[in-house]
């Protein structure tokens, strides 16, 4: 099975910056393509970000492209979602996910726990 964990949440003022951190157990077919996820309080899931084995191939949600980045090392089984100018609408529980593709609206089949990211103003 695959275990994802996400890591570097916290407490932030708008305009601030974080990276979040998600280590996988291990490579296999379902781990090719991984994702963010976040989750605000009243509302549904919704993509963030996602990117296949290679880092060739990148998808954003139009709310956090051109702030958010997300990339992976792989010698780590670590991806990661830089997070800068951040607002108050940022403000979610953020979740790791794979499956054997990459994009916003195919199948993942493992979660990570989350992790919270808030932002005042």
């Known amino acids: 099975q695959v275990q994802l964990v996400e890591s570097g949440g916290g407490l932030v003022q708008a305009g601030g910056s974080l990276r979040l951190s998600c280590a996988t157990s291990?490579?296999?077919?379902?781990?090719?393509?991984m994702g963010w996820f976040r989750q605000a309080p009243g509302k549904e899931r919704s993509f963030v970000a996602a990117?296949?084995?290679?880092?060739?191939?990148?998808y954003y949600a139009d709310s956090v492209k051109g702030r958010f980045t997300i990339s992976r090392d792989n010698a780590k089984n670590t991806v990661y979602l830089q997070m800068n100018s951040l607002k108050p609408e940022d403000t979610a529980v953020y979740y790791c996910?794979?499956?054997?593709?990459?994009?916003?609206?195919?199948?993942?089949?493992?979660w990570g726990q989350g992790t919270q990211v808030t932002v005042s103003s």
């Open positions: 990117i296949n084995w290679s880092g060739g191939n990148t």
């Open positions: 996910a794979a499956g054997p593709r990459a994009g916003s609206l195919v199948e993942y089949n493992y």
């Open positions: 291990r490579r296999t077919f379902n781990t090719n393509g």
